[in-house]
Each structure stands twice: as structure tokens, then as C-alpha cells.
């Protein structure tokens, strides 16, 4: 038996290149959990796959794969290096409004999207980092091959994520209403999540208004369905300065005896 109480984590994943298997499948695991976070106390995600709704929703992830695979594969050709996501970010808020759902941009760069304008706290926030380690530099980088797979940088860490968030979003506006939910769901595309971005979006979400009303994150990245991850291990990063002649670190290999 599988439950979730509150919990948040961030992960952070590197990687350039990646290869995935067509429609992520990650909506629908995502979403019983999710429903199961909306419902009040402590519910079996067994029990919650039972509800109309949530049926109708993961029947949903079927019956569009062809929907998700195509979306997943146009968010991947907008380039969104870390620090360098407003593009993405900006396609992203866009397509949630298409959906239905009042979605705006933080102050960080963040997408968010609430499930309507009369969405109320507390909420669950389902994550997915908008950065990737290297950007496509046209379309031709991101390619589906003969075999159903996605091919080029970022398509697993993290447009799988992504494509999750939008196939969510449009699966709830198709479904009927999760029966006793007690939360409403905020979808956020957060913004430097890799290497030297030091999530930043996501620190910036913690310490924000809206954090006080977040009762539990479902962070999504990378494309493994196999295990959920429920800690990991915090992120500080620090800059040291060092003044004189250069060695080893910073010479021209091989001259390593010479001043660069």
C-alpha cells in the first residue's frame, strides 16, 4: 500500500544528451498521487485510482498520447539554458491559459498555474524545472526516431516534466471533479534548477506568499516511473577567489610548469 503525507523535495539531475521513450509516463503515477495529496488525511493511492474522476483522467493519458508526445516534443526545440529560460517560460504560461487555468510569471521567472480564478489555498504544487543543461541550437537537435524514442538535449531532464504538467493540467479541465478533494493543484514551471542556477526558482517559491498555502510539493523531473523519491540533500553552493600565480588548475595542459 502506497501513501503520501506532506513532503517536498527538489532533485537535481545532470545530463546533456538524453533518449525517451515516447509519452513521458509520468502523468498518470503523478496524478494518483497528486489526488491523493488533495484528499484529506492519509489515502491509499489504490483507493484514490478507484474515483470516477481519476479514472476518466488516467483513461485520458491514453486516449491523447499522440496529444502529449506532439507538445513534448515542441516544448523541447524552445532553448531554455539555465538562467535563460524566459522563452520557454513564456510558451509554457501561454499553453496553460490555452488549457484554461490563470497561469502568470513570478518575479524568479517561474511559471504558475492555478486551476482557475477562483483557486484557493492550501494547494499542491507539481513541479518541473524549465532549465536544461544544453539548449538545441535549432530544431533538427530535438528528433523522434524510427523507433518511438525522443532524441536530443533535454528531452528527459526535464521536457518529460514538463509535457507532465501540461497533459495534467489538461486532463483535469477534461475529467470530472476529484471527489472530497480538500486542496486545489498550482502547476509550476520552475526556472534554474541546473548546475549554477542553484535553484533559484524553487528558493524563491519557498520564501514566497504563495509558499505559506503549499500543504505538499510532487516535484517531477527526469523520465525513471520506478521509485519516488521522498528526501534529498540540500544545495549550497560557494565561490572562493584565490589571488597570486596559477598552478595546476589553471595552467595550459601540457606546459604545466609555465605562467598562463
Not at 509519452?23 to 478507484?50: I, K, S
Amino acid at each position: 500500500m502506497l501513501w503520501m503525507r506532506r513532503w517536498a523535495a527538489a532533485s537535481q539531475e545532470s545530463g546533456a544528451t538524453n533518449t525517451i521513450r515516447q509519452c513521458p509516463a509520468h502523468p498518470c503515477g503523478t496524478l494518483e498521487l497528486m489526488a491523493a495529496n488533495l484528499l484529506p488525511a492519509v489515502v491509499p493511492v489504490a483507493d484514490v485510482a478507484q474515483q470516477r474522476g481519476v479514472r476518466e483522467c488516467l483513461q485520458w493519458f491514453t486516449r491523447e498520447k499522440q496529444w502529449i508526445n506532439e507538445i513534448h516534443l515542441e516544448l523541447c526545440r524552445i532553448p531554455a539554458p539555465t538562467f535563460l529560460e524566459q522563452q520557454r517560460a513564456e510558451w509554457m504560461a501561454a499553453q496553460f491559459r490555452a488549457l484554461g487555468w490563470k497561469s502568470q510569471i513570478d518575479r524568479a521567472g517561474n511559471v504558475v498555474a492555478f486551476l482557475n480564478e477562483k483557486s484557493r489555498g492550501p494547494y499542491v504544487a507539481i513541479t518541473a524545472h524549465l532549465d536544461t543543461v544544453l539548449a538545441p541550437r535549432g530544431k533538427d537537435d530535438v528528433t523522434v526516431g524510427p523507433d518511438g524514442k525522443f532524441h536530443g538535449p533535454g528531452v528527459s531532464d526535464n521536457g518529460s516534466g514538463l509535457a507532465a504538467l501540461l497533459a495534467i493540467a489538461r486532463a483535469l479541465k477534461a475529467a470530472p471533479e476529484i471527489e472530497g478533494r480538500r486542496a486545489e493543484p498550482v502547476l509550476i514551471g520552475n526556472v534554474g534548477e541546473e548546475g549554477e542556477g542553484n535553484l533559484t526558482g524553487m528558493r524563491w517559491l519557498c520564501k514566497s506568499d504563495l509558499a505559506r498555502e503549499i500543504a505538499a510539493f510532487l516535484v517531477i523531473d527526469g523520465a525513471a516511473t520506478d521509485h519516488i523519491t521522498t528526501r534529498g540533500l540540500g544545495s549550497r553552493r560557494f565561490e572562493v577567489t584565490f589571488t597570486g600565480r596559477c598552478t595546476l588548475s589553471a595552467a595550459r595542459w601540457p606546459t604545466l610548469r609555465r605562467p598562463s
